[in-house]
């Protein structure tokens, strides 16, 4: 089933590390540690997978500050998200003007920064590399003390009682027969974002490479 809880982290970021290397077979990530009123929050920004041999495919981008969409004017903590167009959350491949199973035309245009958000997603060409490559192109835009924006799944079960989020990935289109297939899901999306000092925001979309870029209304990889 999809996620029970997705959400955004927003705060400030106060730094950042990499997973260190070794050979059990662990998924290699870039953390990030953010600060939000009353604690200190851990994210794991997925920037590996051991199915395929390219290992990952990621975006980078900036956006105006119009076109983040109301995640941006959440006050600082962790906030549930529906899994819905209007919320705030985020899908990669999604659009609400799209034709749905019974032919139908969803009857509201999406907002206009959601059409320019959904837009940029489209247009950017994914890059494709090994796990160092993903973190060197994610890791400029961690810079200590930038207002960040992080989307995926909450936790507060981490070691010594951390909390924050994980799965900051696309969480759709994994493979039938794949242990992730039940938590494939549509406006569930993890990503990386930081704000600029101009007010612009640096994005990091990631995905894996055996994920499917066309999803049905399950999130299920579609033909």
């Given at each position: ?94 659009h609400p003007a799209l034709v749905d199973r019974s032919g139908v035309l969803f009857q509201r245009r999406p907002p206009s920064w959601l059409q320019e958000l959904l837009d940029l997603f489209g247009s950017r060409p994914w890059q ?96």
């Amino acid at each position: 089933m999809p996620f029970e809880h997705y959400g955004v982290l927003s705060g400030i970021l106060y730094r950042h590390y990499r997973d260190r290397p070794d050979n059990q077979g662990r998924w290699f990530h870039v953390h990030a540690e953010v600060d939000a009123p009353g604690r200190r929050y851990h994210c794991a920004i997925d920037v590996d997978s051991h199915q395929s041999n390219v290992g990952v495919h990621w975006k980078t981008f900036t956006l105006d500050a119009s076109a983040v969409g109301p995640a941006a004017t959440l006050p600082q903590g962790l906030h549930n998200l529906a899994s819905t167009p209007d919320s705030g959350a985020l899908d990669y491949l999604r659009h609400p003007a799209l034709v749905d199973r019974s032919g139908v035309l969803f009857q509201r245009r999406p907002p206009s920064w959601l059409q320019e958000l959904l837009d940029l997603f489209g247009s950017r060409p994914w890059q494709e590399g090994s796990n160092l490559d993903a973190a060197t192109a994610l890791e400029p835009m961690l810079t200590p003390g930038r207002h960040a924006l992080f989307f995926g799944e909450p936790f507060d079960d981490g070691p010594e009682g951390e909390a924050g989020l994980h799965n900051i990935h696309q969480n759709q289109g994994d493979p039938a027969g794949s242990q992730w297939w039940p938590e494939n899901g549509i406006w569930q999306d993890g990503a990386t974002l930081t704000q600029r000092p101009d007010g612009r925001w640096d994005v990091f979309l990631n995905r894996f490479s055996s994920q499917s870029d066309h999803t049905d209304t399950a999130g299920h990889p579609a033909a």
